[in-house]
Structures are given as structure tokens and as C-alpha cells.
């Protein structure tokens, strides 16, 4: 691994720690075994997922042919160098692209340039810096420098400082577009790339602008969230927590654009970013909504489409709620407390409320989060069963990731039609360019199945009236 493991409050590495060294969890694996898989997981949060997955808009395009323009898109990037392109054999409108890395020999210089978290994270899954991106920068870069970028993990970097000594992390070279002046020049207008990454320490295509009505930058696991979920032409189906529109526009390609797809988030902006991802795509068929998902429902007169909605309203709905996102990758640093972490079970369990609430009899409820607490998960469908005697669990197709994990008093049956998708599971590996030529395509797909984001989905069906 090139990355130092994710570094938590200690409270939170705590709380982490004793619920994936749980009694259950112990007596069926032993401590050791337990511990090691726990430093395993704090180990590969820090670093980027080994595949780029898109999903493919089939509305607009058949996935062979967005698959050979991007197999020549990424040949352009790469200067003629040979990416695969691999159709995943059980999700079959997505494709994965091998990120290769780390790449360890590259020449760190001596113009640097800092840049925040958030932006650090989205250069290692293959974009440029943004402006807004950038922290500090060297006192004489000008345009056209080559630059190495540093990310500032912790937040400590002073905007603006003309260096910075604190915890940084090597991410690759690039060449300035702008100046130091020019950057901290105080314009708002300035929202473009400032450096353009030219040996990034992981290597992986930049998909600004990409063929954008054709394709949808997602990870693996959210794309398995809408499959599970299966969605039927001329449905009624309801995302409650729905921004930026990645599944909200899933779903609809999956009922071929037929029936209506209810989309609602509390944040208005994020709203219109559901309602142009869905114009981009060619999709008729979603509604979006800037409304509070917990006030979604009501007993009285109905309100002509438009939420909040009467109870029984959809076939299917969608819960992919709000989390404390401790699944996310790359991260390198969280400096959230642990009362923030664990924030998130109340709001949910309000949300699943109103979900039941709103379902039809036979409906089917998909819960998911992409975090890698069992308060969260496995807790959250124990809770569920117990609360909702109508809601069975379902066994969920395509299966692609490993069983839920023990501890929250699910039965092992139970725990086997659940979906945890687990960091800890992989071992880190290395990709160059040579290894890909002799790589065999169903050990990347399962590569690509394992190495990916942490996450977690349930799916139940809802047997009687809660009228």
C-alpha cells in the first residue's frame, strides 16, 4: 500500500473497531483473524477502487457501441496505450475500466501545489484540479510549470499560503495552467482546471465531458442497488433520498423510459442537478421534487402527483439514505466525531417509516447505504423485521458481493440475502500496464466485485396491508 491507513478520531477508529470485532463476529472467526480484516479495511479505505465503473445509458445507446467509443476515447487519453474495456457479465448496461497503480517511480518537484480532500480524492479516481480545488500553491509557479500535487488529508493547510508543512499526500504531477496570481486572484469566475494532471500516482481516465448523454460515472455498487431493486416498464416507483440522480436515472432506463419515477430530495440544488442529469440522458419518465422525504407521506386528500403522497402510493421503492458515508474511497482522513457518525440511525428509521408507509402490498423496498457500520446496516434491517412484521426479506439478484455481517442478531439465512460490500475482503494489489496484457477476464470482474466501494443493500417485500 502507498497511502498511510484512513486516519479517524480515535473515538470513532473505537466505535469501528469494537463493532467488527463484535462477539459474534469473534467466536466464529477468533480475534486475530478479526483484528487483522479490521486493519485491513482502515488500510484500503485510503485507497482508490482497482476499477472505473460507468454505467451505460441503454435509452440513448446500445452498450456495444458506447463500449467501442470508449474504448477509442481511452485510447486518445492514453496516447495509444491499450486499456480494456470489460462488460460486467451480471450487470450487463455496465462497464469497468483497470485503474493502474500506484505508480511509484515518479519525480516528485519542486513547485508544489495543495490541494483539499475532496479534490484529492477525485484526482485519484482520474480527474484534473479544478481551481476551486487548489489550497496553496509555490511562490513563482506560473503557467505551464510542472507541478507535483499534494493532497491536505487533515484540513490544515491555510488558503492562499505559498507553503505548507503539515500532513500531505503525494498524488502526482501535473502542469499549471495559471499562475499563483491568477489563482488567488479572488475571481469567482475562475472554476476551470488549473492543473492538469500528467503522471497521476494512479492512473485512471478523466471523464469530464465524456460522451455525457451516453454515460453515467457510477460505482459498482450503486449500480447493482437499481438492478436489485428491478424495476418494471409502467411502474410507479418512488426514490426518496434521490440526489444527484445516478439510480433515479438507472431506474428509469431500466423501465425503457415507461411509467413514472418519483424523485425527492430536501436540497434544492441537488433537485435541479437530478432534474439536468435526467434532461442529459433523454429521460421523460422522472418527476423531481425539492421535498423532506420524512414528510413525504399523508392520511388525507390526495395531492394530484405531487408529494408528500397517500399511503400505498408505488410498487417500488428506493431508500438510499443518508449515511455517515464511512464506505467512501478513496479517504484518507475523517474528522468527524462520533456523535456526527452515528448521527444518521434516527433519520433513517424515520425515512424506512414513511418507505413502508407508502408501498403497496407486494411492493418492494430496497434499503441502502454506502457505509460500513452495523448500526447503519445489518442493525438497521433487524430493526426493520422487528418493527414491520409485514416486510420480508428478499433474496436479491444479481448477487454480487459477500453476506451481511454478524452481530446484529440476524440469523444466517437472513444474513445471506443481504449484500455487504466489504473493502476489508481484498488483498492490495498492484496494476501496471504489463500485468493487464496477461490478466484473465474473470479474475478482473471478480477484482472489480470486491475492490470496490464499502457498501450495503437489503431488499424486502412488503406482504399485507398496513391500511
Known sequence: SVFPKISLRLEVENYLKTSFLNKEVVSAFGKEAAERKFETL????SHPPSFTTVRVNTHLASVQHVKNLLYDELQKQFNGLSFPVL???????????????????????????????????????GAHV????????????????????YSDIKGRCKKGAKEFDGT???????????????????????????????????????FDNVLPSYLFLQNLPSAVVTHVLD?????????????????????????????????LDKIANKVEKIKQNALLLGLNSIRAFCFDGTKALKLDTDTEGEPPFLPESFDRILLDAPCSGMGQRPNMACTWTLKEVTSYQPLQRKLFTVAVELLKPEGVLVYSTCTITL????????WALETFPCLQLQHQ?????????????????????????????????????????????EDMI??????????????????????
Not at 406 to 434: H, I, K, N, Y
Open 130 to 149: 479544478y481551481v476551486p480545488g487548489i489550497v496553496s500553491a509555490s511562490k513563482f509557479m506560473k503557467g505551464g510549470d510542472v507541478v507535483s500535487v
Open 42 to 45: 482502515l488500510q484500503n479505505l
Open 231 to 263: 424495476p418494471q416498464p409502467g411502474e410507479k416507483i418512488l426514490d426518496l433520498c434521490a440526489a444527484p440522480g445516478g439510480k433515479t436515472t438507472h431506474i428509469a432506463a431500466r423501465m425503457r423510459d415507461q411509467g413514472e419515477v418519483i424523485a
Open 375 to 382: 448500526a447503519e446496516n445489518e442493525e438497521q434491517v433487524a
Open 397 to 441: 439478484e444479481p448477487q454480487i458481493a459477500g453476506a451481511g455481517m454478524m452481530g446484529a442478531g440476524l440469523t444466517s439465512e437472513q444474513l445471506q440475502q443481504l449484500q455487504r460490500f466489504d473493502p476489508s475482503v481484498v488483498p492490495s494489489w498492484d496494476t501496471d500496464a504489463d500485468s493487464l496484457r496477461d490478466a484473465r477476464t
Open 87 to 125: 462488460q460486467h457479465p451480471d450487470l450487463q448496461d455496465v462497464l469497468l475500466i483497470p485503474v493502474i497503480g500506484p505508480r511509484k517511480n515518479i519525480k516528485q518537484q519542486h513547485r508544489e501545489v495543495i490541494v483539499g480532500a475532496q479534490c484529492g480524492s477525485a484526482v485519484l479516481r
Open 168 to 206: 500531505k499526500i503525494f498524488l502526482g504531477n501535473g502542469i499549471s495552467e495559471l499562475s499563483r496570481k491568477e489563482i488567488f486572484s479572488g475571481l469567482p469566475e475562475l472554476k476551470g482546471i488549473g492543473i492538469r494532471m500528467t503522471e497521476p500516482v494512479y492512473l485512471s481516465p478523466s
Open 446 to 467: 471478480r477484482r472489480a466485485n470486491e475492490d470496490c466501494i464499502g457498501f450495503f443493500i437489503a431488499k424486502f417485500v412488503k406482504c399485507n396491508s398496513t391500511k
